[in-house]
């Protein structure tokens, strides 16, 4: 399949939005039965999430190519004058689209390993060595590409209405790829878990520090510039899903400090789930009013309406986590079906959308 027309490196949020899709219906059949549409679900948009990454990354990496001229380094200016004109050095700074690559792989990866165990009757024991160097060079993608951008994004002078929002997507990528190396840690042996654990431990606290300084530009950038305009506004709601992957990555921690011998009372799970539900509740009501907004003022579709798939599916994700955490309540159980179905109508919508603009080019 060919994407006709000018790429834009957004559509690969297409992937990271199937591959979510994916983890939401296995992990709603983690807590309940896994019935057959749960099983379908999650199978069906593992599939999808592979195609579509491997659909958009060559155009991915020509759109790359054509755009990271003197990319890659480290461009500190050395005079006044310099400075002002170093942005012009590196055109590619916090473009959401080139952090979308190693997020929606890192996606598909989290989600091979929920849903292939599940799906095929694999133990994940007997591939999480496999898995292991797979990961690696997820991290070599977060790492090499986050670092570079935000080197290029903090170098030089920049005017705080100009600040990138596509720094949003930096905490989500961070978080993704440190969950499985804490899951990975309890499973290897020897120097391989150690290297699992300090990478995976390392990449969330960076992705804690990324989110709050990325939160102060942005907040700053809000009262000071006004609201993004509708191109760039949904990009903000990438930051919403990293609540929940935080939340997974610390409760993965935790079962680490156990799987070690030490004792961890199980009311720390549940008041880590009840913080991490209230938040996601709460974003996940805001991007809700924004994609609400967009629909009744009928703004025209960009590949940025990907990111409206995130925060809903890191609610349905969060209210099953909530439903097996805190208590098997029912209202946890329908927002998390809820919040599901409504997030695969919303993906089909933008999807269909987006293949119309793709015709009509």
Same mark, same amino acid.
């Given at each position: 399949m060919k994407l006709p027309g000018k790429y834009h490196p957004l559509y690969m949020l297409s992937a990271l939005g199937s591959g979510g899709l994916s983890v939401a219906? $296995?992990? *709603?059949?983690?807590v309940t039965a896994p019935s057959t549409w749960i099983l379908f679900g999650q199978s069906f948009f593992l599939v999808l999430a592979s195609i579509l990454f491997l659909v958009n990354l060559p155009p991915w990496w020509r759109t790359f190519k054509a755009? @990271?001229?003197?990319?890659? /380094?480290l461009h500190l200016p050395h005079s006044e004058g310099e400075a002002l004109n170093a942005r012009k050095r590196a055109p590619v700074t916090a473009a959401t689209g080139w952090m979308a690559l190693p997020a929606a792989y890192v996606m598909l990866l989290?989600? @091979?390993f929920a849903?292939?165990? #599940?799906?095929?009757?694999?133990?994940?024991? @007997? !591939?999480?060595f496999w898995g292991f160097w797979a990961w690696i060079l997820a991290v070599l993608l977060v790492g090499g590409l986050g670092l570079q951008i935000m080197l290029n994004s903090f170098a030089t002078p920049m005017e705080i209405s100009e600040f990138h929002l596509g720094l949003f *997507?930096?905490?989500?990528?961070?978080?993704?790829?440190?969950? %499985?190396?804490? +899951?990975?840690?309890?499973?290897?042996?020897? %120097?391989?878990? =150690? #290297?699992?654990? !300090?990478?995976g431990v390392t990449l969330g606290a960076l992705g804690t520090a990324i989110a709050a300084l990325v939160t102060t530009f942005a907040v700053l950038r809000f009262l000071t510039a006004g609201l993004p305009s509708p191109e760039a506004a949904p990009t903000t709601l990438l930051m919403m899903p990293a609540i929940s992957v935080y939340t997974i990555l610390t409760l993965f921690a935790l079962h680490y400090v156990m799987?070690? /011998?030490?004792?961890?009372? +199980?009311? $720390?799970?549940?008041? !880590? &789930?009840?913080?991490? $539900? /209230?938040?996601?509740?709460? &974003? #996940?009501?805001?991007g809700l009013l924004i994609l609400? =907004?967009?629909? +009744?003022?009928?703004v025209p579709l960009t590949p940025s309406w990907w990111a409206f798939v995130c925060p809903f599916v890191a609610f349905s994700v969060m209210n099953s986590l909530a439903y097996q955490q805190i208590g098997p309540h029912p209202v946890f159980l329908w927002s998390a079906i809820g919040a599901l179905l409504f997030t695969v109508a919303i993906y089909f919508s933008i999807g269909y959308r987006t293949l119309m603009v793709l015709r009509a080019r």
């Open positions: 219906f $296995w992990k *709603l059949g983690n755009n @990271s001229e003197n990319f890659f /380094g989290n989600a @091979s849903v292939v165990p #599940t799906v095929l009757k694999v133990d994940l024991q @007997s !591939i999480v *997507l930096q905490p989500l990528a961070y978080g993704l790829v440190a969950i %499985p190396g804490v +899951r990975m840690a309890a499973m290897l042996p020897g %120097p391989y878990a =150690d #290297t699992a654990l !300090i990478i799987h070690q /011998g030490a004792e961890v009372h +199980r009311v $720390w799970f549940k008041m !880590i &789930t009840a913080i991490g $539900w /209230g938040m996601m509740a709460a &974003t #996940t009501l805001v609400v =907004d967009y629909f +009744r003022h009928h």
